[in-house]
């Protein structure tokens, strides 16, 4: 019987042969909706396997792709795109592809203050980008998500719209410009070349608390490690960014309910730590005062 990765990984290495690249390897570095496979020494493809999923086509794809590039080219501290293909996105038998710089991940945790300013500098040169992008997309996503599926009890999904509801008017108000999207610990990895951030396939528009709500909501909400929070934020200060305190309170908020409504399409079969940790994002949502939402 083939391999339910038969097909995906097909796709991947006569994409990388079409453009006269000879995979020599075929190393699987995660396989979940998307498949990432290490293809040779250097280069490294992305391919989306959950093609019934909420995102169809290859438009967000070519946003992530133009947001790489921007932020190679820049300078920024990013898992570049791979230089022998060009940029895409590409598909190839149904599969959307992209294909990247392969990178050594070294196991030093992170050092809080990199990631404030690394996150900055990220911040920075985002601001540049030249493209529209939609405006709070993952918001909007999520709304759309919880309207169609029924992932959930009718009071914990009304709980989710209320919140996410109420932080995209609120944060509607506040200056917006390209984000990540979905800048969590996960999407950053220390490496022998420094702490370099990736997966941009999220990037929208919105306010930058948005994004250090993502990377210090295990932090603050689910660990208590308040000493960590402070030294992000305050290393992005220090970098020259600024930070809204009322912003970041309601990103927060939206960040548990964006999380929450996502679980059941990303972890379909959660196991007993993330079915804990997915209850108790949404205990933290039910527990807010009524001023907080």
């Known amino acids: 019987m083939p391999s339910s990765l038969d097909l995906p990984i097909r796709s991947a290495t006569e994409t990388a042969l079409a453009h006269g690249i000879n995979p020599d390897r075929c ?8 498949l990432v496979l290490r293809l040779t020494e250097t280069l ?44 895409g996105p590409h598909q190839h038998l149904g599969y ?12 030093t945790p992170p050092a809080p203050q990199a990631i404030g300013s690394t996150l900055h500098h990220c911040h920075h040169i985002l601001s540049t980008f030249p ?3 939609p405006k709070l997309a993952i918001f909007t996503e999520s709304l759309r998500i919880l309207q169609t599926r029924n992932d ?18 609120i944060l509607s108000t506040f200056p917006h410009q390209p984000l990540h999207g979905d800048a969590h610990m996960g999407n950053l990895m220390n490496t022998t070349i420094g702490l370099l951030w990736t997966d941009w396939e999220d990037t929208f528009s919105g306010p ?10 295990n932090a603050q909400i689910l660990d208590n490690d308040h000493p960590t929070v402070e030294t992000i934020l305050s290393a992005y200060r220090h970098a020259g960014g600024h930070i809204d305190p ?24 959660p196991n007993p730590e993330r079915k804990a940790k997915l209850q108790a994002r949404i205990d933290w949502l039910q527990q807010l005062p009524a001023s907080s939402s």
Do not use: C
């Open 131 to 133: 493209e529209p992008l």
């Open 152 to 169: 959930f009890p009718s009071p914990t999904r009304q709980l989710l719209q209320s919140h996410l509801t109420t932080s995209l008017e």
């Open 44 to 87: 490294v493809a992305r391919v989306v396997q959950d093609k019934e999923g909420p995102r169809q086509g290859t438009a967000w794809f070519a946003r992530e792709n133009a947001i790489a590039h921007h932020l190679t080219t820049h300078g920024a501290p990013v898992i570049p795109l791979h230089p022998d293909l060009p940029p």
């Open 27 to 34: 190393d699987i570095l995660q396989n979940g909706n998307t």
């Open 246 to 269: 009322t912003a970041l309170h309601h990103s927060l908020i939206a960040r548990a309910a964006v999380m929450s409504a996502w679980y059941p399409i990303l972890y379909p079969n």
């Open 96 to 107: 959307p592809i992209n294909f990247w710089q392969y990178v050594t991940a070294i196991n």
């Open 208 to 217: 930058v608390e948005w994004d250090l709500a993502s990377v210090i909501w």
